[in-house]
């Protein structure tokens, strides 16, 4: 299962990068991919917390910044959707990376 969570998060920054690429381009296509990522993300935290409760733990960091993105959702029509999409690709960067570097 934690194999699955890290190829995911993986995914997920790929998702994030495209999206916030595409934004620049052509906002309503990429705001199509991002509720496929976003979707993508639901089910990340749905394995994440399969994990938890499997008794799987990781450092506080990767829990701080993997959620992050959900207290974002309220602001992003306030800042664009080019900030927002970076500042997802960034904090999913950043718990894949404390997750990943913990797992090593």
Same mark, same amino acid.
Do not use: C
């Given at each position: 299962?934690?194999?699955?969570?890290?190829?995911?998060?993986?995914?997920?920054?790929?998702?994030?990068?495209?999206?916030?690429?595409?934004?620049?381009?052509?906002?309503?296509? &990429? !705001?199509?991919?991002?509720?496929?990522?976003?979707? $993508? *993300? /639901? %089910?990340?935290?749905?394995?994440?917390?399969?994990?938890?409760?499997?008794?799987?733990?990781?450092?506080?960091?990767?829990?701080?910044?993997?959620?992050?993105?959900?207290?974002?959702?309220?602001? &992003? !029509?306030?800042?664009?959707?080019?900030?927002?999409? $970076? *500042? /997802? %690709?960034?904090?999913?960067?950043?718990?894949?990376?404390?997750?990943?570097?913990?797992?090593?």
């Amino acid at each position: 299962m934690t194999l699955v969570h890290h190829i995911v998060g993986g995914i997920l920054i790929l998702a994030y990068l495209l999206i916030f690429i595409i934004t620049f381009f052509n906002e309503n296509l &990429s !705001r199509r991919f991002r509720m496929v990522a976003d979707t $993508l *993300l /639901f %089910l990340q935290y749905v394995i994440g917390i399969i994990l938890l409760i499997s008794g799987s733990r990781n450092i506080n960091w990767h829990y701080v910044f993997a959620l992050l993105p959900i207290v974002l959702i309220p602001f &992003s !029509r306030k800042l664009g959707l080019k900030i927002t999409s $970076l *500042l /997802f %690709l960034i904090f999913i960067f950043l718990a894949y990376w404390t997750g990943f570097k913990r797992a090593l």
